[in-house]
């Protein structure tokens, strides 16, 4: 059974900082590139970002990029978004994302989520 858990999210100021977790079960996790994306109330999911599976090439959306870094260990089966700078566009539910084929247009396994909010 493939599980993506992903924790850290919570309230934080404007300005704030905050690390995402997302911890994979039930996939050889080295062989998936992993991505993260956003959905705020009333929006379509958003792309944010991906890694590849060693974790050489990262992609980053220009709404977040020099703000947010994504990073993996593969020895823990886990990807992060370390997110700076936070603003309150960026409140909505952080979804992370496994993807077998680096150049597919969807991806494999979805979390349940993990809500952000930014308090203005």
Do not use: H
Not at 32 to 45: H, I, L, N, S, V
Not at 76 to 101: F, G, H, I, P, W
Request: aromatic share 12%; net charge positive.
């Amino acid at each position: 059974q493939v599980q993506l858990v992903e924790s850290g999210g919570g309230l934080v100021q404007a300005g704030g900082s905050l690390r995402l977790s997302c911890a994979a079960s039930g996939i050889t996790f080295s062989l998936y590139g992993m991505g993260w994306f956003r959905q705020a109330p009333g929006k379509e999911r958003e792309f944010l970002a991906r890694v590849n599976r060693g974790g050489s090439v990262r992609d980053y959306a220009n709404s977040v990029k020099g703000r947010f870094t994504i990073s993996r260990d593969n020895a823990k089966n886990t990807v992060y978004l370390q997110m700076n700078s936070l603003k309150s566009e960026d409140t909505a539910v952080y979804y992370c994302a496994a993807q077998r084929d680096w150049g597919a247009p969807t991806y494999d396994y979805w979390g349940q989520g993990t809500q952000v909010t930014v308090s203005s």
